[in-house]
């Protein structure tokens, strides 16, 4: 009879454990839908159709600022004459460049021995840049400066930073736009709507580099010009957008 009891009371207690579990499964089953009750909506809701599109922009403009690049170059017996010659030829175009409202930057300084025992036995050189808006007005000084008796490397024409700064925002702007047709386009193709953007990102595609001028050669003591006509530039940017789709 005990035994008996224990085996029953046994198989109530699995029964009772076995129901446990789908009591509380049933708790999470939403309620059966009644005749006349609204449909109920899924946790989830289609969020709709995500598309990640790129576009880019560019804007032309002249640049507005002109780089000349000179050097002073003398030689003699002693370091000490060679640099002091260069020294009196690179103070000429600093004065100069500062007269002109000019900026002046002074750079690579040097002074090396000849070797091979040829004379003179030592050479000093000095680079000056000279940078502004006036671009005429540079190169009449540089005709002056190469008189004197210092020489030009390098004619270069660039974007000052206010002008390639407002160029940018021109470019981003074309940039913006052109991602925003291109969303529209491929929206009526698969017969959607753009509901949203979900992000978007803007980048600068690299500031244009200056643009080196071809120069002729000329006599050191003519007095010329040399010439270096301005040529323009290009700025561009990029977007990246990701839109929502809806029908």
Same mark, same amino acid.
């Given at each position: 009879?005990?035994?008996?009891?224990?085996?029953?009371?046994?198989?109530?207690?699995?029964?009772?454990?076995?129901?446990?579990?789908?009591?509380?499964?049933?708790?999470?089953?939403?309620?059966?839908?009644?005749?006349?009750?609204?449909?109920?909506?899924?946790? +989830?809701?289609?969020?709709?159709?995500?598309?990640?599109?790129?576009?880019?922009?560019?804007? +032309?403009?002249?640049?507005?600022?002109?780089?000349?690049?000179?050097?002073?170059?003398?030689?003699?017996?002693?370091?000490?004459?060679?640099?002091? +010659?260069?020294?009196?030829?690179?103070?000429?175009?600093?004065?100069?460049?500062? =007269?002109?409202?000019?900026?002046?930057?002074?750079?690579?300084?040097? =002074?090396?021995?000849?070797?091979?025992?040829? =004379?003179?036995?030592?050479?000093?050189?000095?680079?000056?840049?000279?940078?502004?808006?006036?671009?005429?007005?540079?190169?009449?000084?540089?005709?002056?400066?190469? =008189?004197?008796?210092?020489?030009?490397?390098?004619?270069?024409?660039?974007?000052?930073?206010?002008?390639?700064?407002?160029?940018?925002?021109?470019?981003?702007?074309?940039?913006?736009?052109?991602?925003?047709?291109?969303?529209?386009?491929?929206?009526?193709?698969?017969?959607?709507?753009?509901?949203?953007?979900?992000?978007?990102?803007?980048?600068?595609?690299?500031?244009?580099?200056?643009?080196?001028?071809?120069?002729?050669?000329?006599?050191?003591?003519?007095?010329?010009?040399?010439?270096?006509?301005?040529?323009?530039?290009?700025?561009?940017?990029?977007?990246?957008?990701?839109?929502?789709?809806?029908?």
């Amino acid at each position: 009879m005990t035994a008996f009891r224990c085996l029953a009371l046994g198989a109530c207690a699995l029964t009772a454990a076995t129901l446990v579990p789908l009591a509380a499964s049933a708790q999470d089953m939403p309620p059966d839908q009644g005749p006349g009750m609204p449909e109920m909506l899924p946790r +989830h809701a289609p969020a709709g159709t995500a598309l990640t599109l790129s576009g880019t922009g560019t804007v +032309h403009a002249a640049p507005d600022q002109l780089t000349a690049t000179l050097f002073a170059e003398a030689s003699a017996a002693s370091a000490a004459a060679a640099q002091a +010659h260069v020294n009196t030829l690179a103070n000429t175009a600093i004065e100069a460049g500062k =007269a002109g409202n000019f900026t002046t930057v002074t750079e690579n300084y040097s =002074a090396d021995h000849n070797d091979g025992g040829k =004379a003179p036995a030592w050479t000093a050189r000095q680079t000056i840049r000279l940078t502004g808006a006036d671009g005429a007005a540079l190169l009449t000084l540089v005709g002056q400066l190469q =008189a004197k008796g210092l020489a030009l490397s390098g004619l270069d024409w660039s974007l000052s930073p206010d002008l390639r700064e407002s160029l940018m925002r021109q470019a981003e702007a074309a940039a913006l736009t052109d991602v925003r047709q291109r969303a529209d386009a491929a929206a009526k193709v698969l017969g959607l709507k753009v509901a949203s953007i979900r992000s978007i990102s803007l980048s600068d595609r690299g500031m244009p580099r200056p643009m080196p001028m071809m120069m002729m050669a000329r006599a050191v003591s003519a007095a010329v010009a040399p010439e270096a006509p301005a040529e323009q530039q290009d700025v561009s940017a990029s977007a990246s957008a990701t839109f929502v789709l809806m029908p």
